[in-house]
């Protein structure tokens, strides 16, 4: 079986082909820009599928409209179901909808079999909407993103609050910084949105710890990519609804949600507010300066790059046999 994948990062938003020249004059005017998480998606599906020897097409639209019978894998984004009159069985996901209230009717709009959703909680969203929801999350590269020994940052302060940041900036990240500056620890600052791939690759080389800042994440992917780092996590869960303002709390309430929705006892510890992060922080650092945690053995053993894209292989190919089109 060779997979139809299709990912496209941007639409044309004014005029057709604009794409082309606003990527140029957002290089210009930005510079290089780190890959968007979706994208990462792709690219990390894409590598695995070549570590295993899956063959696969990309953005092969001429193939698939002459061949109706074939499964085509939208990986996202959205528009990418308005390029065409798809006529194939569609497995969807995972750079999808933020929620199935943005299409409430995609499957009797469209020949969508199942829809793809990186975590637990995001499926347990979605699933009272689309019931054909399962959960695939990508892998991470190991090899990238493996330990260094050349520690000398004791904490990585990975800032990812979205919403509310003035607030949070005050009632939460600066009492932890005046904690850590109070326990002699040395801390570096990355913000979310503002650094390249190599940028965070560097700083979690030089880190000893990470202290992870999210409301919520779907499957979490710089925080994973730490762990494979060999970098114990201190994450911030306060569970609670999903916060996105777009939706909550005047369209959607859902509970609870987590920020690390891929987790063991060996990736590290949580805490829920700044009090606890107080209670917290000792005794995450004993453990940590005692090696106690072992976050790399967490993603090798559930999150490589292979064991991913293996089982987005395999629920591709349930789906196409389940709903094969006679052609």
Not at 4 to 9: A, G, T
Not at 22 to 43: A, D, H
Not at 148 to 168: M, P
Not at 252 to 260: L, Q
Request: proline content about 7%.
């Amino acid at each position: 079986m060779i997979l139809n994948l299709f990912y496209e990062e941007k639409d044309d938003r004014w005029l057709p082909w604009d794409r082309y020249p606003r990527r140029v004059i957002n290089r210009l005017l930005l510079g290089k820009r780190s890959p968007s998480g979706q994208t990462r998606v792709f690219l990390n599906l894409c590598a695995g599928l070549d570590k295993l020897g899956i063959r696969y097409r990309v953005n092969d639209y001429h193939f698939i409209k002459n061949n109706p019978s074939e499964l085509a894998c939208i990986i996202g984004r959205p528009f990418v179901l308005n390029k065409i009159e798809w006529k194939n069985p569609i497995l969807f996901g995972v750079a999808a909808y933020d929620h199935p209230i943005d299409d409430p009717d995609l499957f009797e709009r469209l020949p969508v079999k199942k829809v793809l959703v990186p975590g637990r909680w995001y499926e347990d969203m979605c699933r009272p909407y689309w019931p054909c929801t399962q959960v695939w999350p990508v892998g991470i590269d190991t090899d990238t993103w493996a330990p260094s020994r050349e520690k000398s940052v004791d904490v990585l302060l990975y800032d990812k609050i979205r919403w509310e940041h003035d607030h949070f900036a005050s009632n939460l990240i600066e009492p932890i910084r005046s904690l850590l500056r109070k326990d002699g620890r040395s801390v570096l600052d990355i913000c979310y949105g503002s650094y390249q791939e190599d940028d965070f690759r560097a700083a979690l080389s030089r880190c000893r710890t990470m202290i992870f800042l999210c409301e919520h994440e779907s499957q979490g992917i710089a925080y994973q990519q730490a762990l494979s780092c060999g970098v114990p996590v201190l994450a911030w869960d306060r569970g609670g609804p999903w916060q996105d303002p777009s939706y909550f709390p005047h369209k959607i309430i859902f509970k609870p949600v987590t920020s690390v929705p891929y987790w063991d006892s060996r990736c590290g510890m949580k805490f829920k507010d700044i009090a606890a992060f107080e209670g917290a922080w000792g005794k995450f650092w004993e453990l940590s300066e005692a090696r106690a945690f072992r976050p790399r053995e967490y993603i090798l053993e559930t999150l490589t790059l292979e064991r991913r894209a293996r089982e987005y292989f395999e629920i591709a190919r349930s789906v196409s046999a389940t709903n094969k089109i006679e052609p």
